[in-house]
């Protein structure tokens, strides 16, 4: 069964089908029809989503051997992966070589799980947003790259998924949220993500005690 990433082979199809029926239009114009189709703004939003989905299949790396005793993850919720997907895109948006952990925090702003902790901790979710989103349009200047290649993770970035997935395996749980990566993040503390997460009063600790046993 096709999907979003299945984009062009389905305009090609709509194009070749409106065709037999005397309806010619562009390459350009069934784009823009399968992402309106699929719930998408535009045929830019659409392609930027298909390239997160292949960042993140290859991009995404094991934690090494020594770090736990098989290669045996809990697997990422569906959630949890569209964010990671949200992150991208918030890098090919601004057309930046490197999706980095402030990416990542300003997608789990709408993450449910990831917001859900924030809330506990009487976070300012919009002045957070706010102050990510200055940093990425003003601070990241250096990373625009204009080549049209797909942004990749930071090392830190893979860090984070890696830390919250031998996390999660440790606690025998069945999936890995973004609760989890909002609390991988805090053991970042050279990152602005980390920083700005303390600003808030979500401090590694504070974090842990809630996404280990549910409490403040």
Known sequence: MRDFRNAKAMAQ????????????ITIGQSLELIAEILGLADWNTLAAAIRAEKSISREKISPPPSAVSSNSFP????????????????????KHEYATLEHLLLALIDDADASAVMRVCSADLAALAEKLVGYLDNELKRLVIDNGADSKPTAAFQRVVQRAEVREKELGRSMVTGANILEAITSETQSPAARLLGEQGMTRQHLLSIVTHGTA
Request: net charge positive; proline share 3%; charged share 25%.
């Open 75 to 94: 697997p990422l919720s569906a959630a949890l992966v569209e964010t990671l997907r949200r992150a991208f895109g918030f890098a090919s948006r601004r």
């Open 13 to 24: 199809t709509l194009r070749a089908a409106l065709a037999t029926k005397g309806v010619k």
